[in-house]
């Protein structure tokens, strides 16, 4: 049955969400924010649960996304709340101290977390709400400014922030990411040098690609180190290196992207992100233990990282010599189907994670090699929805242009066949 009913998700009109939030602002905290910062939510044409494994992965930044007002504090305090209602409850307050303190786990006993009493109580091992994606943020921040003199972050500095997101909590569209992101582009302008000598719109011009990636970098320590979440840098990577109507081809060896049209792709056609009701959240333990088994398949192998499993140019064949290798090694995956011989874990759940992984790579490096191919008609419809920004707005998760080492791929349709092509 069709039906023309089914309620969508707009990514708002950015320039009425700033100038709401701004109003919001003054009325939470009594004075007006320095700035609002946005950074985009993402979709994945493909290459799902391959990054902590040095795959490739090809995603894309949306419209919709994580915006952050914010004004600076020099006692060291962070002031958030949120206005999502299944978030929201008041103004919270916690400290970067504190956190700190925390990470360390100073005067922790063995084996004991380390909690740590101030204005809000943080105890490791217990994801505190929302609101420790964001201080794990300015935490992570913090490291980097260690290294980095133009994003270091004074030892009193402190953050007013009120946050709203047009993504759906939960929906799989990186909620999360968007969240740390926009937070991370607010307290570079807020706190570094960096953010001092460039004001307002100049941050974006002055965050280059190397840098961003060092912010991503940051981003996914934060989440990784401070939420307890084992992501493997995707998400963030295109939240802040994304760029308009292009997918992001990202090889997580080493984190070099490549910004690929998609203006052709879409043309007559449009993406579409469909809500399961299915909550997704990376706090269950589905996410880690989904890495734990394809990790203890990893290190059977005898691999640093899956990805070292195929050669540059993989072919189906180096998929099944590794699985074949695999079933070698544990006596066959039919007989061992029930048992944990594997680390402990279920040796058919690990050769399922390890065959996703590897196949799943396959197809990534498959479609790259479509996407770039240059030999076919170009086209020049523009895409229909895929942003890293929207207009008028800071391009927070965009960055500049930068040469290709391809030319530019366009998409085209045979007049005859009527097949997708590429030029």
């Not at 974006?204 to 961003?212: C, T, V």
């Not at 997704?280 to 990893?298: P, T, V």
């Not at 010599?321 to 048992?339: I, K, N, P, Q, Y």
């Amino acid at each position: 049955m069709h039906s023309d009913d089914a309620a969508r998700l707009s990514p708002g009109e950015p320039h009425r969400i700033s100038a709401g939030l701004r109003t919001r602002f003054a009325e939470e905290f009594g004075r007006d924010p320095d700035g609002v910062w946005f950074a985009p939510g993402r979709a994945n044409l493909n290459g799902e649960h391959v990054d902590f494994h040095g795959g490739r992965c090809l995603p894309m930044a949306l419209a919709h996304g994580t915006y952050v007002a914010a004004a600076p504090r020099q006692d060291g305090l962070l002031r958030l709340r949120t206005l999502d209602p299944e978030l929201d409850d008041g103004v919270q307050t916690l400290s970067l101290a504190a956190v700190g303190a925390v990470m360390s786990d100073d005067g922790a006993e063995a084996g004991e977390p380390a909690t740590i009493t101030d204005v809000h109580t943080i105890v490791p091992g217990q994801i505190s709400g929302w609101t420790w994606y964001v201080a794990g943020t300015l935490w992570a921040l913090a490291r980097v400014g260690e290294e980095a003199p133009e994003l270091a972050v004074p030892e009193d500095f402190g953050a007013d922030l009120l946050i709203c997101s047009t993504l759906p909590i939960g929906g799989g569209l990186s909620s999360s990411a968007a969240l740390e992101c926009s937070a991370m582009l607010a307290f570079v302008a807020l706190a570094t040098p960096l953010g001092a000598a460039n004001r307002g719109t100049a941050l974006d011009a002055a965050l280059d690609d190397e840098l961003r990636a060092r912010l991503a970098a940051a981003c996914m320590r934060a989440e990784v180190e401070v939420v307890g979440a084992g992501t493997g840098g995707l998400d963030q990577t295109v939240s802040l290196r994304g760029r308009a109507g292009h997918v992001v081809s990202l090889d997580c060896r080493d984190f070099t992207v490549e910004r690929l049209p998609m203006d052709g792709l879409l043309a007559e056609h449009a993406f579409l992100a469909i809500d399961t009701r299915q909550a997704h959240w990376l706090g269950d333990g589905q996410f880690d233990d989904r890495r734990a088994d394809s990790e203890a398949a990893m290190r059977l192998l005898g691999v640093d990282r899956l990805r070292d499993l195929l050669p540059e140019h993989p072919e189906t064949g180096d998929v099944d010599v590794a699985l074949a290798r695999f079933d070698e090694l544990t006596g066959g995956h039919e007989l061992a189907s029930e048992a944990e011989a594997l680390e402990g874990r279920s040796t058919a759940a690990c050769r399922r994670r390890l065959r996703h992984a590897l196949t799943e790579m396959l197809r990534s490096e498959q479609l790259d090699r479509i996407l770039t191919d240059e030999e076919l008609e170009p086209t020049t419809r523009p895409p229909r929805w895929v942003a890293s920004s929207p207009p008028g707005m800071p391009r927070c998760g965009t960055t500049p242009k930068s040469p290709s080492r391809r030319r530019t791929p366009w998409w085209g349709r045979c007049p005859r066949s009527g097949r997708w092509a590429r030029g």
